[in-house]
């Protein structure tokens, strides 16, 4: 089993809908959650990260932490095809050694369709 | 400011060639990682640096690569006898330190062919 699991899609959506990313994790020494967002032929950029179980919002951004399931989620409200791009999911360690290795699943990819 | 920057952009080699590939990072930061990510995967951690030593290179598959940053700043990743496996994009992000709280910033990769 992979540390981190993320359905590829690719996921189709209209304009204006709410998406929904989703990845799974099986070591609950991460406790440190990302989302990157990356478009085609580009690095990575960081979108939102979290430490601790919950909600938070950033925007049209939500992004949703359960621990006790390790399962994370983001949420984008009211999508726009400048939304169109793979999206990431990211967990590291908390803290200590290797904390600064990121742990990435296979990234989602997204298109909105106008 | 500027961002990471990669150089090639692209690289198209022969298997059994030699290649290196460089990453500029952010000015001031301290700590630089490389990622190679392959096709239709997430980026796989390669090497960490914290200032000019590899404080983990625990990512690297094989003693064909090899990566240095001798002055602290400008990180070249080396890999010897390139195989047809080793074609990927080859990433490169810094931070200011190796705090996980500080953001990655990533550069935008060396797509790598090896033919």
């Known amino acids: 089993q992979k540390e981190v699991e993320q359905d590829p899609g690719p996921l189709s959506v209209p304009e204006g809908a709410i998406v929904s990313l989703n990845c799974t994790y099986s070591?609950?020494?991460?406790?440190?959650f990302m989302w990157y967002r990356q478009y085609s032929r580009k690095g990575p950029e960081l979108l939102m990260y979290?430490?601790?179980?919950g909600n938070k919002e950033d925007g049209r951004f939500t992004a949703q932490v359960d621990k006790s399931s390790k399962y994370i989620s983001l949420f984008i409200r009211d999508s726009q095809p400048s939304d169109s791009a793979t999206y990431l999911c990211?967990?590291?360690?908390?803290?200590?050694?290797?904390?600064?290795?990121?742990?990435f699943g296979k990234g989602t990819k997204l298109s909105v369709i106008p | 400011g500027a961002g990471v920057s990669q150089t090639p952009s692209n690289k198209v080699t022969e298997k059994g060639k030699y290649v290196e590939l460089r990453c500029d990072p952010i000015?001031?930061?301290?700590?630089l990682y490389w990622y190679r990510q392959s096709l239709g995967q997430g980026p796989e951690f390669l090497i960490y640096?914290?200032?000019?030593?590899?404080?983990?290179d625990s990512g690297l598959p094989n003693d064909r690569f090899f990566a240095v940053r001798p002055e602290g700043s400008v990180s070249t990743l080396k890999i010897q006898r390139t195989e047809r496996g080793d074609s990927a994009v080859y990433l490169c992000?810094?931070?200011?330190?190796?705090?996980?709280?500080?953001?990655?910033?990533f550069g935008p990769g060396t797509r790598l062919l090896v033919l």
């Open positions: 992000a810094s931070s200011l330190t190796r705090d996980n709280k500080e953001t990655q910033y």
């Open positions: 000015s001031g930061h301290t700590a």
């Open positions: 990211a967990i590291s360690p908390y803290s200590g050694a290797g904390s600064y290795q990121l742990t």
């Open positions: 640096f914290q200032g000019t030593g590899a404080a983990d």
């Open positions: 979290t430490y601790s179980s």
């Open positions: 070591n609950s020494a991460f406790q440190y």
